[in-house]
């Protein structure tokens, strides 16, 4: 199969030393953009589609899915890197993305590669910030292209790789886009150190995402349904994760609740650290009233009830003619 590769359908330039992978061994274009192919005799004796997959030297790739008739010995394609498109002459033959509905390209502008992120304290999930730049046409009306983030962890590894919802939303007048991407989940937690990588797709299937349990995962970016640009990888290392510390939040009684003459508090303390013993106090303000304002202390201290559970208690009994308020 004869391969020709362009810059761009508009004022077409050659590209070389572009590496074409889909065929029985990987090929590379010449100083006129052009080259040679052989396609396995599997997919040239059956009408099945395939992919010709161009790999850039900054490591972006594009991707042409291609059908060739069953018994065809010969074709012809021009593919085209931006916008993502291409020809064929040869009948019988179809090559995509077309020049009428092409696709485009994304690349990550930040975080750089080899950056340290830095994320929210656990228990909430370690999300960061994703900015791009995508060609114009993938941000006009009609488009059937989306350009997704996907999130592939190294260390420890996550058995592939997580599209991340929703997709991007491109400027139509600039191409630039953001999004929040996320390593791990609040039951696989990121630790500092763990190491990942991000990338940008672009795709025309409809991805669903998945359930927190169960998200979307894929083997590999050519294993995302309907790919035809990946980005360059960015390699990503977990900063330090701040420490949230403990908060002791009151459950019982409720705000404003004065009726009861008596009165039960009951509190819990979250984020609590593993190995350390907490020991409870309340302090109660008694109200400002004219004993008060001649006291040294508007606070009295209660004393918590043993308990081995979580929820702490204290109780205390409110003198209805004191005014005071608990």
């Known amino acids: 199969m004869s391969l020709i590769v362009f810059n761009s359908p508009t004022n077409p330039q050659p590209l070389s030393n572009v590496q074409i992978l889909g065929g029985e061994s990987p090929a590379t274009t010449g100083p006129d953009g052009r080259t040679t192919i052989t396609l396995p005799m599997g997919q040239q004796g059956a009408q099945q589609p395939t992919r010709l997959i161009l790999q850039f030297p900054d490591g972006s790739q594009n991707i042409y899915p291609l059908t060739v008739p069953s018994g065809q010995q010969t074709a012809a394609a021009t593919l085209f890197a931006d916008p993502v498109a291409a020809t064929t002459t040869t009948p019988g033959v179809t090559v995509m993305p077309t020049p009428a509905a092409p696709a485009g390209t994304a690349d990550i502008t930040d975080p750089p590669n080899g950056a340290t992120i ?96 169960n998200p979307l995962l894929r083997p590999t970016p050519l294993d995302i349904p309907g790919v035809v640009h990946i980005s360059p990888f960015v390699n990503l290392t977990v900063g330090p994760r701040p420490i949230r510390s403990e908060v002791v939040v009151l459950v019982a009684p409720s705000d404003s609740e004065c009726s009861p003459l008596t009165v039960t508090f009951q509190w819990r303390i979250d984020n609590r650290l593993p190995g350390i013993t907490y020991c409870s106090d309340v302090l109660t303000d008694k109200g400002w009233t004219r004993a008060m304002a001649a006291s040294k202390t508007s606070f009295m201290p209660l004393r918590p009830r043993r308990s081995r559970s979580p929820w702490t208690h204290a109780s205390m009994i409110r003198r209805p003619s004191s005014g005071a308020s608990v």
């Open 118 to 213: 830095s994320c929210a304290a656990p228990p909430a999930v370690c999300r960061f910030d994703v900015h791009g730049s995508a060609s114009l046409v993938l941000g006009q009306p009609g488009t059937r292209f989306r350009v997704f983030v996907s999130v592939t962890p190294l260390r420890p590894s996550g058995g592939g790789t997580f599209p991340q919802f929703p997709p991007a939303s491109i400027d139509p007048a600039t191409g630039l886009w953001q999004l929040e991407a996320q390593i791990g989940s609040e039951a696989f937690q990121a630790q500092p150190g763990d190491t990942f990588q991000i990338l940008a797709v672009v795709t025309d299937a409809t991805l669903t995402p998945g359930t927190a349990a």
